[in-house]
Each structure stands twice: as structure tokens, then as C-alpha cells.
């Protein structure tokens, strides 16, 4: 069966405002812009609407993340290929073009996963860089789990942009105050407790975690190369899994008599 060759972008917002208009402006060189609110209460819509992208509502409940609303925005695309962007990444004319001759190869795959640029204090991360996400997909061949940090279940080859083309990654706006990380943490790392349930962490996990996840931002990814920045950086992502497993402990600790 020939499958088209064109393109929806989907765009997952809730009190998106703040970029959403960059977002836009980057996207309007593909098919269809389809935008998957989660009940905002700021201008998102209105943006939205402003420039001719269609709207649909997933009801946010009581979800605080985003991946409940992932598959329900891809089933509503238009077109068979999608790229699912989020309402602060920047896509570049490189990676629009690159996209495009991909679903005209005779053997495209059947994602492609981008990497991404990310930002802290300013600084282009070495230790965010590529941060691959699997973001381009045939809809027919994917499905999104509604876990938290969770990646497209892909049925075919998933190829990746090689992550020295800077030139077609995403650009990542968010570039997240310490403050905005500490309160994202505490709600990731709410979901990742009930992801984890069945783990049962002993005392050291409080210690090789963190510690790991410290190596691995700071010296593995080349956070060091980031100044004050990459360590701070690191030691947020440390922070995390302590938080993971301390909550984890917490939760084992209570039910005991």
C-alpha cells in the first residue's frame, strides 16, 4: 500500500504561551499543525487559532505529564507521518528537509529518532547533547505508552540522525530555572515511584544511584566541559535518583506495623 507523503506536526501544550508562537513560526512549512491542548487557562488556544492549527482537548484530569496525551494526538493527525514536537522545541529548516526526502527514500524507516540541544543557565549543555528522542513516526507503526518518560513502541527500523548534524536538531527552549527542575523532579520522581513499585532499593541505593548518575552527567556526557553550569546540572540529575529511591524507601517504611 502507498503510504502519502506528507506530514503532521503535533504539538503537545498546556499553558504553553511562553514559546508557542517561536514553536509555530518553526512548523509552517509542513502539512498539517495539529495542536493537542491539555485545558489551558492562558492565551495557548488562542495562539493556536490564531495561526489556522487545528485544535483538539485531551482532558488533563488529574495527569501532570504529557505522555497520557501522546497517542491520542497521533491518532488524530491527519497524515501519516507525524513529528510530535513539544511546545518549547524549535525545529529547523535542515531537519524539515531532511524529514521530507526521508519519506521520499524508497527505504525509509519507520522512525527516526532527533537529537536535541539542551539548555541550562544560558549554556548549551555538552552534558544534554544528543539526548536522542524518537519524535518522527509512521502512526501506523507506533504506540505511545502512557508511562512518564516514556518512548514510542516502534514497529520497524528506527534510524538516528547522527548527532554531529547539529544543524537538524531540535532546539530546546525551556532552559529551566533550578527552581523549575526542583518542582519537576518532585513530580517525576512521584510518578517514578509508582513506575517502581515493585523495586525494593536497600541503603546503598541512597549512595550508588545518585553517585552514578552524577558520573554520568559530569564526566561521561562532558558536563565538566560546561563550567559551573555542567556541575550544577549534574548534581540536580543526582538529586533526582535520591529522590526516587528515598520516596521508594518511604513508601516500604510506612507499611511496615
Known sequence: MKVEKKISVVINTYNAERHLQRVI????????????????????????RRNSCRVITFEKGEHRIVEPARQYAIDHATY?????????????????????ASIEAPQCPAAI??????????????????DYI???????????????????????????????????????????????????????????????SHKSYGIAALIYRPAFRFLKSYVLKRG???GAPGLIAAILDATYQFAIVAKLMERRYNKKP
Open 25 to 48: 513560526d518553526a512548523v509552517k512549512g509542513f502539512d498539517e499543525i495539529l495542536v493537542c491542548d491539555m485545558e489551558s487557562t492562558d492565551s495557548t488556544l488562542d495562539i493556536a
Open 80 to 100: 501519516p507521518w507525524v513529528l510530535v514536537v513539544d511546545a518549547d522545541e524549535i525545529v529547523t529548516p535542515a531537519l524539515r528537509d531532511y524529514l521530507y
Open 113 to 130: 529518532a532527533i537529537p536535541r540541544c539542551n539548555f541550562f543557565m544560558g549554556t548549551m549543555m555538552h552534558s544534554g547533547y544528543p
Open 134 to 196: 524518537v519524535r518522527f513516526l509512521r502512526k501506523d507503526r507506533c504506540h505511545w505508552p502512557a508511562v512518564i518518560h516514556a518512548s514510542p513502541e516502534v514497529n520497524g527500523v528506527i534510524e538516528h540522525i547522527p548527532s554531529g548534524r547539529k544543524e537538524m536538531a531540535f532546539i530546546h527552549l525551556s532552559n529551566d530555572h533550578v527552581a523549575d527542575i526542583l518542582r519537576k523532579n518532585n513530580i517525576y520522581s512521584d510518578y517514578e515511584v509508582t513506575r517502581r
Open 224 to 226: 565538566f566541559l560546561d
